[in-house]
Structure formats: structure tokens, C-alpha cells
RNA sequence: GCCGACGUAGCUCAAUGGCAGAGCAGCUGAUUUGUAAUCAGCAGGCUGGGGGUUCGAAUCCCUUCGUCGGCUCCA
């Protein structure tokens, strides 16, 4: 009997029946193709098994996402092979692939240290030379539970004994080597070419903090060495635009023993700081938004009214004055719904837009700190809108297209996220539905394709998050949009409707920076250093030749001045290269070098970070042009 | 908070139980310089803090603070 089988070129073909997975692999394979898996109508498939009927078969190498995973997926069964030989005490957690690399997690008897990982990459090494096959073995939920039971796998069990009961128990075995694992991986060990283990780290069995904390090894797998050192290489040059790094360079801001969590902005990153709020200020008085500011520190009762002190006191700073407990402020939102309430509205006053430029306090675990991207204190570009519930489509989508306005100006990419609601919650099921829909809704009609955070809302309401991609392809929530029909149920607001009779408003908490200190992290990191002119911290640097030409290259320094231009005269006793190296090294946009030549034309000879010498102009030519190059925030 | 690693001059790093050092940055002087580093000299330290072992500690042990990589959490 013949089966027929569609290859992905299209082609029909027909083999006998009984023909597996491997068999078409082999056939592949010796055509010189680097495969790593076969996917059997869509669906990976385990390479011994037989072909069905009528299928349509696709190879699929490491450039593929499927074909990368099964690679790397096989790299994490060498990493756990090679501790188990190492360590034959040791019991065995999860060890998925993941993006760049791998990971397993292990419970070793005595914890290693992250020197050993070089006796395990060794030992990995030789059981990649043994060339072992990788066979599936089909098991019974009996027959594993006693497997796994006589090894002492205690996680595995764990993981056997929640499997639905018709879920076939599969497991894959390499030489001495057997791992619970639902596959499909390579034919053998020997085809793990180029791996690297990079790390080791605590990891929390199943991600929960009650459960005991494992020893995750990190590894990254590639299918050759070249690939594998690109990969490395790469990782060295993100390195080298660390914001913590760069911070430190640049002279933009410190982190300090005295306040862990707090930073301190230097000039540099104030400059910055400022050309972002300047910015912000301008488009939100331009989107009809007035701003206001409200006290850092305020009294317990207001933290009992807004929900805070049931739901987000573990977070929360506390002091003591006149014998009466207060609250450091950990959101804007309470000072925000005094302010409106301060006063009676009409519905014709609404939407009111009330914009802060809050600092909050958090107490963020010790353990999460990282640069200016996790702190304790930072600074929210925040607002409430309040509004009529016939508004709030209409809001939140102005809402969207003011962070589109600003990502775009930054020139990010972005991804938007739908958050639902969590277990601690206020307010009934169905509100929470009635606002989820909502906002589902403002996406939909705009066509934003958007993933769905189950149970990841604020307390308060289910939010819209934007998460912004740095250079290392890490995201990060800046923006987020939250719908929050509890405040004002809370803080009694209302406003006077066309009936003449009281109703409830509701409102929106949104940020479009998310915290600056997380954004400046964000755009050092983004730019690697080289501001835009619009925000670099010096944006050109004076660099007279020779003393002869000190004075002229002060004339040119205070007219630039007088434009409003962030600029440097460097007449120190140096030649003129040195200069120049010290002016590219801080990254300055712009070197206007003046010589004898350039003193008696009144021109500059102007030499940019990236583009070089660009000769001589007229000091009003380039004055008009960086005028505009900072108008137009040209990146 | 938990797991692992680390903490020496402003920065990057040496010194592994026996006198704490280099490069860059800084300061002083000479040099008058044309597009990424001129030369010479000087200064710079309670080796994160506290305790212990030792004749002797940057080095070994304990403790505490901080940092880094993760986990959990989040803007």
C-alpha cells in the first residue's frame, strides 16, 4: 500500500505506507539541507512517526521559529543530560527553549556555583560527540508514574499527575539520558553544534514564590560557530549602550548607596528631561488638557477612601506627623479626584483632561532594582480624564493617537496589550465586563491588533498597555490607558446632567511617557547616547584651531548662544584632533571647527558625530539649519 | 524578598596570606596645534561598612549594605 503525501514545494508525492517522518527527514537531509524538524499538516511532528494519509509534509530548518525552538529544545536535553551525569542526585525541573537560548531548571542536593557551568558545557561537548539518537518513547500514566517515581523525579510526577487522563505520556531518550517532554526534537545528540551556557539564576519552581527556588542554568544553542559568536557579539554591543553605562559616561545622571531605588538626575539628563516635558506640555495643551500638581505626601483616610490601603500598602511609604499616619504618594490618581471634586460640574464641563507631572513612591523589592528602568521614585506623565460615559470611546481614542503621536517622534516600535481582570479587584463582575468590551472595542475600531492579558488588569479596571521595543528587543510598558469606574463610586464625583439631577462620571487614568526615568533609560539606551539634536545635551561644541582664533571662536559661541542653542567653546591648550575625539566621545551632534580660514570668512567648518567633515559654511546657514533640524525633532 | 556572582583611585582593571599598582580621567608645566588621543611631572586609597581567624588580611571566615544576572512583581 502507498500513502500520498504533499511536499512543501507543492509536490505530490506517494511512499509505502509505514514511511515515517524520518524517513522523508533522511531524504532531506542528504540533499545537503540543514533540517531541524518536520511539521506534519501544520503540527510538529515527532520524527518516528509514521506518515498519515493525505498529509501535507513542510521541513523546516533553524531560521524558522518552530525549527529554532526544536533545535534549542534538544540543546536543553544535552544541558540536563550533562548535569545528570555530572550530578546524579539531581532532580530535574522544566527546561524549555526560549527566546536567543535555553534554560533548565534544576534541584541540585548542594547548590553549584556558576563555575561549574564550565565542567557541564565540557561534559555537554562529549555527549554531543557521542552522536546519541533521540528516541520517543510512549508511556503509560502507570508505567511513567513508576519511571519517574523509581528515578525520584519529584517535579516530573508533579507534572505527570496534572495532565488531563486521555493525554498521551511521552518521553524522549537519548543514550542513558530520559526526560519527560512532548517533543519533537532532533534525530540526534550530535547535531547540537554551537552552544554557549551563560548564566545561572534562582528561579521559583512554576514561577511561584511559595514553591522552592531552583537553580536555572541560561544557555544559548546555534546550528555553527559563526552564528553563535554573532549572536555573542551582539550581546557585547548592547552592553556598550547601557544606559547605566552611558549614564555614568555621559555625566546624565548617579545612582547612589544612600538612596537605592532613587536617582539622581546630573545636568546632562536634566537637559534632556526638560526637552521631554517642554514637549509634552506643548501637545497636551494642544490636545485640550489642562495640567495641575498635587502633594507628595497625604493623609491615611485619603489612602482608606481610594482603595489603596487594602489593595497596594505592601508598596507604600509611611510617616508619622501631628500623631496622625500619612502615605508618601504611590499614584496621582486620589489628588487627582480632589481636585476635581474641589468644584461642582456641568455636563457641558466635561471631558475635563487634568494632567500631572506626579512623583510617586513605590517600595519595589529590593531584589528588581535595575538603573533607571526600576526604581522607587519616579515621575509619571499622568492624567484623568473625566468624562460623561457617552465620551469615553470617543476619549480613549484621542488618548491612542496622542501616543502614537509621541512614539512615533522617538521613532519606536510598540506593541498594545489588553489587561483584564484580577483576582483583587473592586467593583462587580459586570462592570468589569461592560469596560473590558469597551476598550476592546476602541481597538477594534481602529484596527490595532492587540494581545490579551487575562487577569492583569489594575485593581481598579482593565487597561490598555503599550510596551515599547529596545535595541536588545526587550519590551518595556510605558503608555497604559485604564478604565476606572470605581474612583468615582469612591470619591462621590458627579456632575450635573441635562436632567438637572446628580450623575456619576467616569474616568480614565492614562500615561503616554509611562515614568520619565524609565523613558530616558529607554531613549539612551534607543539612541545609544546619540540624542537627537532636539535633546542632546550639548548640541554643538566650538573648537577654535590655535589662540589666534579664541576670539572669533567666542563671537561664534555667544551668537549660537543667543539662538537658544546648548552650546561649548572649547579653547583649552589642545590640538585640534584631541578636541574633536573628546566633543565625538561625549557624542555631541555637532564640531564647528574656526581656524585663520574661518575667522576671516565669518564661517564655521562644521563636522558631524556620524556624518564627518562636512567643510566650511556660513555661521547664518548652519544656524538656519540646525533651527530647523531641532523644529522638526529630526532623529 | 528569594537564588547565584561581585564590591580595590572618578572610570576600566592588576596585586591570592607578606611594603596596594597600571592605563584613562584630574592637576601643573612645556608645546600653538586643521578633523578621533603632543610630551613631561604631580597628586590620587580606612581595598563598601562592622566583627573575627592570623605574627601579619584587599586576599580566609561571619555579618551588614550596595551592585550585577535571574525568579516574583511592575511605570
Not at 129 to 158: C, D, N, Q
Not at 241 to 270: A, I, T, V, W
Amino acid at each position: 500500500m502507498q500513502i500520498k503525501v504533499k511536499l512543501d514545494n507543492g509536490k505530490e508525492a506517494s511512499y509505502p505506507e509505514g514511511t515515517t517522518c524520518m524517513d522523508l527527514y533522511r531524504e532531506k537531509a542528504a540533499e545537503g539541507k540543514n533540517l531541524t524538524a518536520v511539521l506534519v499538516d501544520g503540527e510538529e511532528c515527532d520524527l518516528n512517526a509514521p506518515l498519515p494519509e493525505d498529509s501535507k509534509v513542510e521541513f523546516v530548518d533553524f531560521e524558522s521559529p518552530v525549527g529554532a525552538k526544536v533545535y534549542r529544545h534538544s540543546a536543553s536535553h544535552v544541558l540536563a543530560h550533562a548535569v545528570k551525569r555530572l550530578y546524579p542526585q539531581v532532580k530535574l525541573g522544566i527546561g524549555p527553549a526560549i527566546e536567543n537560548g535555553v534554560y533548565y531548571d534544576f534541584d541540585f542536593e548542594e547548590p553549584i556555583s556558576s563555575d561549574d557551568l564550565k565542567a557541564i558545557e565540557k561534559e555537554m561537548k562529549k555527549i554531543v560527540k557521542e552522536k546519541l539518537p533521540i528516541k520517543r518513547r510512549e508511556m503509560s500514566r502507570e508505567e511513567a508514574i513508576a519511571f519517574f517515581e523509581e528515578k525520584g523525579e519529584t517535579y516530573k510526577l508533579e507534572l505527570i499527575n496534572e495532565m488531563p487522563e486521555d493525554e498521551v505520556i511521552s518521553c524522549y531518550e537519548q543514550g542513558d539520558f530520559i526526560d519527560l517532554c512532548t517533543g519533537p526534537h532532533l534525530p540526534h545528540t550530535g547535531m547540537v553544534k554551537a552552544f554557549k551556557l551563560t548564566s545561572l539564576a534562582g528561579a521559583y519552581w512554576r514561577g511561584d514564590e511559595n514553591n522552592p527556588m531552583l537553580q536555572r542554568i541560561y544557555g544559548t544553542a546555534f546550528p555553527n560557530k559563526d552564528q553563535l559568536n554573532e549572536y555573542l557579539a551582539m550581546l557585547e554591543e548592547a552592553k556598550k549602550r547601557d544606559h547605566r553605562k552611558l549614564g555614568r559616561d555621559l555625566d546624565l545622571f548617579s545612582l547612589h548607596e544612600e538612596g537605592p531605588g532613587f536617582p539622581f538626575l546630573h545636568n546632562n539628563g536634566n537637559v534632556i528631561w526638560q526637552e521631554l516635558t517642554d514637549f509634552w506640555r506643548q501637545e497636551h495643551r494642544r490636545a485640550g488638557y489642562e495640567e495641575i500638581k498635587t502633594p507628595l505626601i497625604l493623609n491615611r483616610s485619603l489612602w482608606e477612601q481610594s482603595g489603596h490601603w487594602d489593595h497596594f500598602r505592601e508598596n507604600m511609604y509611611f510617616t508619622n506627623i501631628d500623631e496622625q499616619d500619612y502615605a508618601v504618594k504611590p499614584m496621582n490618581c486620589p489628588g487627582a479626584m480632589l481636585v476635581f471634586r474641589s468644584k461642582m460640574h456641568s455636563y457641558r464641563d466635561l471631558p475635563r483632561r487634568i494632567a500631572e507631572m506626579g512623583i510617586v513612591h513605590r517600595h519595589e523589592l529590593s531584589g528588581t532594582l535595575q538603573g533607571l528602568l526600576r526604581v522607587r521614585s519616579f515621575t509619571q506623565d499622568d492624567a484623568h480624564i473625566f468624562m460623561l460615559p457617552s465620551q469615553v470611546e470617543q476619549e480613549v481614542g484621542g488618548v491612542i493617537d496622542l501616543m502614537d503621536r509621541f512614539y512615533s517622534i522617538f521613532g519606536f516600535t510598540y506593541r498594545v496589550e489588553l489587561s483584564t481582570m484580577p483576582e483583587k479587584a473592586m467593583g462587580t463582575k459586570d462592570m468589569w465586563d461592560k469596560a473590558t468590551s469597551l476598550l476592546e472595542r476602541v481597538l477594534q475600531s481602529r484596527d490595532i491588533s492587540y494581545r490579551l492579558n487575562e487577569g492583569d488588569g489594575a485593581f481598579y479596571g482593565p487597561k490598555i498597555d503599550f510596551h515599547l521595543e529596545d535595541c536588545m528587543g526587550r519590551s518595556w510598558q510605558c503608555g497604559t490607558i485604564q478604565l476606572d469606574f470605581q474612583m468615582p463610586e469612591k470619591f462621590d464625583l458627579t456632575y450635573i446632567g441635562e436632567d438637572g439631577e446628580k450623575h456619576r462620571p467616569v474616568v480614565i487614568h492614562r500615561v503616554i511617557y509611562g515614568a520619565m526615568e524609565r523613558l530616558l533609560a529607554l531613549l539612551i539606551e534607543h539612541y545609544g547616547g546619540r540624542f537627537p539634536v532636539w535633546l542632546a545635551p550639548v548640541q554643538a561644541s566650538v573648537i577654535p584651531v590655535t589662540d589666534r582664533t579664541h576670539d572669533y571662536g567666542r563671537q561664534v559661541y555667544e551668537k549660537l548662544k543667543s539662538f537658544d542653542f546648548r552650546v561649548e567653546l572649547d579653547d583649552r591648550n589642545e590640538k585640534v584632533g584631541y578636541k574633536i575625539r573628546e566633543a565625538q566621545v561625549k557624542k555631541v551632534p555637532y564640531m564647528l571647527v574656526v581656524g585663520d580660514k574661518e575667522s576671516e570668512s565669518g564661517e564655521v567648518a562644521v563636522r558631524h558625530r556620524d556624518q564627518g567633515d562636512l567643510g566650511a559654511e556660513e555661521l547664518d546657514a548652519f544656524i538656519e539649519k540646525l533651527q530647523a533640524e531641532i523644529e522638526e525633532k529630526r532623529i
